[in-house]
T-cell receptor
Framework: AQSVTQPDIHITVSEGASLELRCNYS??????LFWYVQSPGQGLQLLLK??????LVQGIKGFEAEFKRSQSSFNLRKPSVHWSDAAEYFC??????????????FGQGTELSVKP | NAGVTQTPKFRVLKTGQSMTLLCAQD?????MYWYRQDPGMGLRLIHY???????AKGEVPDGYNVSRLKKQNFLLGLESAAPSQTSVYFC?????????????FGPGTRLTVL
């Protein structure tokens, strides 16, 4: 079965501390991987994506993620968290082939709180 | 470009009432999607469309219908609303360029069914 698991429902970090959000996936074929962020009352904004090549990808707002095929993981990291990073983060996986409708499977989300 | 827009932003319905949510995109995307978001469950796909005039069921299609008469619009209908359909609904679109299905999201519609 295809699925995405974000093991941490809620994480609290201090401002300036480092952050790692976990994402594990189960997918039958070579996947495309995404991280989205959702601020309260807003839609989802793409942070970064992995299609192929270098397994460490850089995104917006200073975020990066590393694809580890052997662990079926795509963890999101940031070296120093800012108060404005408080939001909900979603990991998603989708097909790499054109004729599969582009459907994404989303994880349950991780809510990030930032302490001053 | 406005990107993906959704109408209305908020709506309160009584059980049994019907309504249509409108999604519009100005990016000439082929694919469009309707999701619902409920606490602790992430986003779940309701219906999607891979082109004008075509629709398909997603993970949670029951109680919803969709239409894609024009490429830029994707309508989600609730024929007889139920309290279980209280949710936040998101529309998204994407273009299958070389298989890179990055989805662009609208701001959402918050629906309450009493």
């Amino acid at each position: 079965a295809q699925s995405v698991t974000q093991p941490d429902i809620h994480i609290t970090v201090s401002e300036g501390a480092s952050l790692e959000l976990r994402c594990n996936y189960s997918y039958g074929a070579t996947p495309y991987l995404f991280w989205y962020v959702q601020s309260p009352g807003q839609g989802l904004q793409l942070l970064l994506k992995y299609f192929s090549g270098d397994t460490l990808v850089q995104g917006i707002k200073g975020f990066e993620a590393e694809f580890k095929r052997s662990q079926s993981s795509f963890n999101l990291r940031k070296p120093s968290v800012h108060w404005s990073d408080a939001a909900e983060y979603f990991c998603a996986v989708g097909p790499s082939k054109i004729n599969q409708g582009g459907k994404l499977i989303f994880g349950q989300g991780t809510e990030l709180s930032v302490k001053p | 470009n406005a990107g993906v827009t959704q109408t209305p932003k908020f709506r309160v319905l009584k059980t049994g009432q019907s309504m249509t949510l409108l999604c519009a995109q100005d990016m000439n995307h082929e694919y469009m999607y309707w999701y619902r978001q409920d606490p602790g469950m992430g986003l779940r796909l309701i219906h999607y469309s891979v082109g004008e005039g075509t629709t398909a069921k997603g993970e949670v299609p029951d109680g919803y219908n969709v239409s894609r008469l024009k490429k830029q619009n994707f309508l989600l209908g609730l024929e007889s609303a139920a309290p279980s359909q209280t949710s936040v609904y998101f529309c998204a679109s994407s273009h299958p360029r070389a298989g890179k299905n990055e989805q662009f999201f609208g701001p959402g519609t918050r629906l309450t069914v009493l």
